[in-house]
């Protein structure tokens, strides 16, 4: 039979051991745990910093975009106002357009399909107004947003085309090639020279 007092004597003995070298494990395990929080705390700080050089190389991309989009703006509606840009010439742009993509989801909406599908195929591109200038970018700005959000292509190559459209209806607009305040046949219009010079 075992003797208690050998089994108390044993598990004393193993206790005596077992205690230091449980604490100095504990130890240990803590040191590398402070370590493995350091390292950590400095991953992140570094993941901060790249995140808010994104951030910045995002907003320097965008104002990059912005100022493009500016600079073609105000080219093509210098070339459509002294008529550099034909009617003719935006006839065929519209021919273009009139492959109109469809509406799927919330930004671009079957609403803004059939607006575009009119003020393309359907009214005279003469009879433009500002308003329709208006309705044509807010447009082009939904299928931005919904590219945005679904990477359909077709849509930003479409709505990228649809503003270098509305910028030359707007220029011809500001010249008075078209629209309410359209020079009649017979009167000098820009880019081309008087009759009689």
């Given at each position: 039979?075992?003797?208690?007092?050998?089994?108390?004597?044993?598990?004393?003995?193993?206790?005596?051991?077992?205690?230091?070298?449980?604490?100095?494990?504990?130890?240990?395990?803590?040191?590398?745990?402070?370590?493995?929080?350091?390292?950590?705390?400095?991953?992140?700080?570094?993941?901060?910093?790249?995140?808010?050089?994104?951030?910045?190389?995002?907003?320097?991309?965008?104002?990059?975009?912005?100022?493009?989009?500016?600079?073609?703006?105000?080219?093509?509606?210098?070339?459509?106002?002294?008529?550099?840009?034909?009617?003719?010439?935006?006839?065929?742009?519209?021919?273009?357009?009139?492959?109109?993509?469809?509406?799927?989801?919330?930004?671009?909406?079957?609403?803004?399909?059939?607006k575009l599908r009119y003020l393309i195929t359907?009214?005279?591109?003469?009879?433009?107004?500002?308003?329709?200038?208006?309705?044509?970018?807010?447009?082009?700005?939904?299928?931005?947003?919904?590219?945005?959000?679904?990477?359909?292509?077709?849509?930003?190559?479409?709505?990228?085309?649809?503003?270098?459209?509305?910028?030359?209806?707007?220029?011809?607009?500001?010249?008075?090639?078209?629209?309410?305040?359209?020079?009649?046949?017979?009167?000098?219009?820009?880019?081309?020279?008087?009759?009689?010079?």
């Open positions: 039979m075992v003797d208690i007092a050998t089994v108390l004597s044993i598990i004393g003995s193993v206790a005596t051991v077992v205690g230091p070298l449980t604490a100095l494990l504990w130890d240990r395990l803590n040191r590398l745990e402070d370590r493995l929080n350091d390292r950590l705390d400095r991953l992140e700080s570094r993941v901060n910093n790249i995140e808010g050089e994104l951030r910045e190389i995002r907003v320097d991309i965008n104002n990059l975009s912005r100022s493009m989009l500016s600079f073609s703006n105000a080219l093509i509606d210098v070339l459509a106002i002294k008529n550099v840009i034909s009617q003719s010439e935006v006839a065929v742009l519209r021919g273009y357009l009139s492959l109109i993509p469809m509406a799927r989801t919330k930004y671009y909406t079957k609403e803004d399909e059939e359907v009214k005279p591109y003469e009879d433009y107004t500002w308003d329709d200038i208006r309705t044509l970018r807010e447009i082009a700005d939904h299928m931005i947003k919904e590219y945005r959000e679904t990477g359909r292509e077709e849509l930003i190559d479409y709505a990228y085309k649809l503003l270098f459209f509305t910028w030359v209806a707007e220029g011809h607009l500001l010249a008075g090639i078209i629209g309410p305040n359209r020079k009649r046949q017979g009167q000098e219009s820009p880019g081309q020279p008087c009759q009689g010079r």
